[in-house]
């Protein structure tokens, strides 16, 4: 197969390749925008991983492939992790989502709610939905919530030091502040980004050491699992 199907054809000549170096290259070409296409990358990726490309490239596994491309390119990681995710949901639906045509411009990022969505609705629905909802309606679609048009929620993307929605920039966090700075707040805005995109709250705790920290981890662990306990129990 040599493109998506859709109205606007996606070419996959690097998917298509038994070189991981040109999979590789095809994948950082398109992060540096030679190739406008989360999908396509996310197809990259789940080669990468599931045919265990990245010992060919040097790296003892997927995260350590990820982190050296993250580096290089100056890419978020959560941002390529999640692209992984898109390409391994379309790869094990491929044939579901060829028959809707599913494509680029119908919201990739809605595939990685794609197993949930699944788990509490009907296939024929969730397919049919899946290309025609908003990733908001799509979310409360998946918990079985109403859709809501008027308060969808924006598509974020951080490249960088930089977080776009809905394609503008939004937040630029100097790197003149220093890396250990600048690394601190961007963890910050991935969180917040990650919570405004599922839908969730964000609780800021104020800890002031890392032994501190390290304790709430664990205690933190213990209350949640109670709290989602009770949630599933009503």
Same mark, same amino acid.
């Given at each position: 197969?040599? $493109?998506?199907?859709?109205?606007?054809?996606?070419?996959?000549?690097?998917?298509?390749? #038994?070189?991981?170096?040109?999979?590789?290259?095809?994948?950082? #070409?398109?992060?540096?925008?030679?190739?406008?296409?989360?999908?396509?990358?996310?197809? /990259?990726? @789940?080669?990468?991983?599931?045919?265990?490309?990245?010992?060919?490239?040097?790296?003892?596994?997927?995260?350590?492939?990820? $982190?050296?491309?993250?580096?290089?390119?100056?890419?978020?990681?959560?941002?390529?992790?999640?692209?992984?995710?898109? /390409?391994?949901?379309?790869?094990?639906?491929? #044939?579901?989502?060829?028959?809707?045509?599913?494509?680029?411009?119908?919201?990739?990022?809605?595939?990685?709610?794609?197993?949930?969505?699944? @788990?509490?609705?009907?296939?024929?629905?969730?397919? &049919?939905?899946?290309?025609?909802?908003?990733?908001?309606?799509?979310?409360?679609?998946?918990?079985?919530?109403?859709?809501?048009?008027?308060?969808?929620?924006?598509?974020?993307?951080?490249?960088?030091?930089?977080?776009?929605?809905?394609?503008?920039? &939004?937040?630029?966090?100097?790197?003149?502040?220093?890396?250990?700075?600048?690394?601190?707040?961007?963890?910050?805005?991935?969180? @917040?980004?990650?919570?405004?995109?599922?839908? /969730?709250?964000?609780?800021?705790?104020?800890?002031?050491?890392?032994?501190?920290?390290?304790?709430?981890?664990?205690?933190?662990?213990?209350?949640?699992?109670?709290?989602?306990?009770?949630?599933? /129990?009503?």
């Amino acid at each position: 197969m040599s $493109n998506l199907t859709g109205e606007n054809t996606i070419f996959l000549d690097y998917i298509k390749s #038994d070189d991981p170096v040109e999979i590789d290259q095809g994948i950082r #070409d398109t992060i540096m925008g030679i190739r406008l296409s989360i999908l396509t990358m996310g197809l /990259g990726l @789940a080669r990468i991983k599931s045919e265990r490309l990245f010992m060919k490239l040097n790296c003892r596994n997927i995260t350590t492939y990820i $982190n050296r491309l993250s580096e290089e390119t100056e890419m978020d990681h959560s941002s390529i992790y999640n692209w992984l995710s898109i /390409g391994e949901a379309y790869i094990k639906y491929r #044939d579901e989502l060829e028959q809707i045509g599913f494509s680029d411009k119908d919201g990739p990022t809605k595939l990685t709610l794609l197993e949930r969505a699944l @788990a509490v609705r009907e296939k024929e629905e969730v397919f &049919a939905n899946l290309k025609n909802m908003s990733h908001r309606e799509f979310v409360d679609f998946t918990k079985g919530g109403s859709t809501v048009e008027a308060d969808d929620i924006p598509f974020i993307e951080i490249k960088g030091s930089v977080v776009y929605i809905e394609g503008k920039r &939004a937040i630029i966090v100097s790197k003149k502040l220093g890396r250990k700075t600048n690394k601190y707040f961007m963890k910050v805005l991935q969180v @917040a980004c990650s919570a405004l995109d599922k839908g /969730g709250r964000i609780a800021p705790v104020y800890l002031r050491n890392k032994r501190e920290s390290e304790r709430f981890k664990r205690a933190y662990g213990r209350i949640m699992a109670e709290v989602r306990r009770e949630e599933r /129990g009503r």
